[in-house]
């Protein structure tokens, strides 16, 4: 067979060197996790050759027989995993499923509540710089000033001011549990729809350790690629109601072919997330955030809202060093080996860019099997690394003990 007999030296050096970084560092990006060799398996399967625009059994093109049986058992996995109606697993990204069910619920221009990005929400909440916050009337709802928590007071006036046709819940940096059945009560009170965006804790919600806000939404969009250890990806629940709308929204709204190599690892990872092992691991990410959390307040760092009851924190820096912001933070922690990203924390003085605030997730490190003692050995790294910031030789040192603590959880050891 013809194949290229070259090697491409560079993307094997570089694959590599992301394989030494994954196993070597520590991952607490709190939207990040490991995928296992099936789903990695899957993703880099003969799937990636076939166009299949449209669903099973309605395809534009010949050959998709073996790929229908593909989509519709990733249909059914995810469907029983969360006990919902229908789904849409062709979304190539969270920020496509999120577009597509606007686009399947709501006209241009239409009044929408969603929690805003500086409080913890989503580019796709209605950012006015994403499509979402230029192509329809985003309200945005915030944290209460006095305990940083979701306030359902507030997000019913809002409600009621601006009567949305669409309440959208769900964040990407809310460190606390979000019951869904006060958003339902708030959305019955104006009639209008409830989505809940859970692609932070899809994981979470399959391993039975925050509540599951299918049963109380009109839809529930998520990435595939976070809490839940599956591919890089998107995934649509809705009731039948919706599901024709939802469907002709993701395709031909919104995307072309779908990959089916990832809705095929999909399916892995909808199968894997429904075992046993799956609801211990989800609830030790739990464990692991709270040891983290409890840790780090000792270390000197204030917790926004006070703690964690899911798989992230957001730390406030100021009271650790009044000096030292997110950017640079995050850029010396990444030298220690410590990757994780800077965030806004609620009024954040500083912009967007530089920040006050730090995110910090347990989903990787919970996969690579570190557990409490590894968490407060966390912590204790992160200060010293902090307190040293401005000596390279400790910073160096500190890599190394990173390097140490890291050794018996490659995630990856045979790569
Ligand atoms: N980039 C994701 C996150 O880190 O939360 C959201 O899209």
Not at 44 to 68: A, C, H, L
Not at 90 to 115: F, I, K, R, S
Not at 329 to 334: C, G, K, P, R, T
């Amino acid at each position: 067979m013809p194949w290229p007999t070259l090697p491409d030296d560079d993307i094997v050096r570089l694959t590599e060197a992301e394989v030494i970084r994954q196993n070597t560092a520590l991952q607490l990006i709190a939207s990040e996790n490991f995928a296992s060799p099936a789903v990695m398996r899957a993703t880099g399967s003969v799937f990636t050759n076939k166009y299949s625009e449209g669903y099973p059994g309605r395809r534009y093109y010949g050959g998709n027989q073996v790929v229908d049986e593909v989509e519709e058992l990733a249909r059914t996995r995810v469907c029983a995993l969360f006990g919902a109606d229908h789904a849409n697993v062709q979304p190539h990204a969270g920020a496509n499923a999120n577009m597509a069910v606007y686009q399947a619920l709501l006209e241009p221009g239409d009044t929408v509540l969603g929690l805003s990005l500086d409080h913890g929400g989503h580019l796709t909440h209605g950012s006015p710089v994403n499509s979402s916050g230029l192509m329809y009337n985003f309200i945005g709802y915030r944290v209460s000033e006095s305990d940083e928590r979701l306030e359902m007071d507030a997000v019913a006036e809002l409600a009621a001011k601006h009567r949305p046709k669409l309440i959208v819940a769900g964040a990407t940096a809310y460190p606390r549990t979000i019951e869904p059945e006060p958003f339902r009560k708030v959305a019955d009170e104006v009639g209008a729809l409830l989505m809940f965006d859970a692609a932070h804790i899809a994981g979470l919600i399959a391993g039975g350790v925050h509540p599951n806000p299918v049963p109380f939404c009109d839809v529930v969009t998520f990435t595939t690629h976070k809490t839940l250890r599956g591919p890089r990806g998107g995934c649509i629940l809705s009731t039948s109601e919706h599901a024709a709308a939802i469907d002709k929204a993701v395709f031909p709204g919104q995307q072309g072919g779908p990959q089916e190599h990832s809705i095929a690892a999909k399916a892995v990872a909808f199968a894997e997330a429904s075992t046993e092992e799956f609801k211990v691991y989800s609830a030790q990410i739990v464990a692991n955030a709270s040891a983290l959390a409890e840790a780090l307040a000792g270390e000197g760092f204030r917790l926004v809202s006070g703690g964690t009851d899911n798989h992230l924190m957001l730390v406030d820096l100021r009271s650790f060093d009044e000096e030292l912001t997110g950017k640079e933070a995050q850029i010396v922690l990444d030298e220690a080996g410590i990757t994780l990203n800077r965030n806004s924390i609620p009024d954040d003085p500083r912009s967007p860019f530089v920040t006050s605030g730090l995110r910090i997730g347990t989903p990787a490190v919970t996969t690579q099997g570190m557990k409490e003692p590894e968490m407060a050995e966390i912590a204790r790294l992160m200060a010293a690394t902090l307190r040293q910031r401005t000596d390279a030789a400790a910073v160096a040192s500190l890599r190394e003990e990173v390097r140490n603590l890291c050794e018996p959880f490659a995630p990856y050891p045979e790569m």
